[in-house]
Nanobody, 118 residues
């Protein structure tokens, strides 16, 4: 089990920006993949983006491309999701995840609420 703790959610106006962070406890292996899912009210959970811990290889799904940037700081054991030009449809609970594959689904954080007002 890899405890994952998210932070950084909140309320922002459409067009604004928000950065989420996720800190993992313990050693993170280079092959480990960390990522973000989100779930809007009444909708299925949706994969957003991922990053491989060692190489930094990133993957984005369509909703995130061009607006979101995933990154990690190894020395902090922390992953970030910079979200720009936010839209009301980005409103969701965002979950930090980790695992061995893309999308990573072995470990989950508790979630952080992001609300984008129009």
């Amino acid at each position: 089990q890899v405890p994952l703790v998210e932070s950084g959610g909140g309320l922002v106006q459409a067009g604004g920006s928000l950065t989420l962070s996720c800190t993992a406890s313990g050693r993170i292996y280079s092959s480990y993949v960390m990522g973000w899912f989100r779930q809007a009210p009444g909708k299925e959970r949706e994969f957003v983006a991922s990053i491989r811990w060692g190489a930094g290889t990133t993957f984005y799904t369509a909703p995130a491309k061009g607006r979101f940037t995933i990154s990690r700081v190894k020395s902090e054991n922390t992953m970030y999701l910079q979200m720009n030009n936010l839209k009301p449809e980005d409103t969701a609970v965002y979950y930090c995840t980790g695992g061995t594959n893309v999308p990573p689904q072995n470990h989950w954080g508790q979630g952080t609420q992001v609300t984008v007002s129009s």
